[in-house]
């Protein structure tokens, strides 16, 4: 039996843009280093290191979909992100640095950030029908500005 939170990772990977795809990453090495950064507070090793791990293996997804021949700069500084993160969370790891695993979560959702606005760039979201609505009523040659309630 599935659990809820898997079939709602599922269903939003299906179809999702390559962009949606990354920030769906990026919120899964944030969960990885909450959950490690909980785990150090709460001493057990094995989860800290279990999620630590785990965000590493994320980092190298990230990593394999990078483009340095489209992606030039961009791609270069993403890398080095990459880098400077898994540094920074082998670090974390053996010198138990709850502050350093903030710093990396701090920095991650700061980056996530950015590829969120990406994504609306690429895919802006359809109006909902209260946005339909508001818009008809601002238009004096609508319809459903004017409706007639007296009948």
């Keep these: 039996m599935t ?9 939003a990977i299906r179809g999702a843009s390559p962009v949606r795809l990354v920030v769906l990453l990026y919120e899964q090495l944030i969960q990885d280093v909450t959950q490690a950064a909980q785990a150090l507070e709460q001493n057990n090793v094995e989860l800290r290191t279990s999620r630590i791990n785990h965000a590493i293996l994320v980092l190298g997804h990230l990593q394999s979909g990078l483009n340095f021949t489209a992606g030039g700069k961009v791609a270069q500084n993403l890398q080095n992100f990459y880098e400077a ?55 004096p040659a609508s319809d459903a500005a004017h409706v007639d309630w007296k009948g």
């Design 3 to 11: 659990n809820a939170r898997t079939t709602y990772r599922e269903n």
């Design 85 to 139: 993160l898994r540094s920074n969370l082998v670090r974390a790891q053996f010198q138990q640095s709850k502050e350093l695993l903030a710093q990396q979560i701090t920095d991650l959702l700061s980056v996530r950030e950015a590829w969120i606005e990406v994504d609306k760039a690429e895919n802006p979201a359809p109006a909902l029908p209260a946005d339909l609505i508001a818009a008809n009523a601002a238009d």
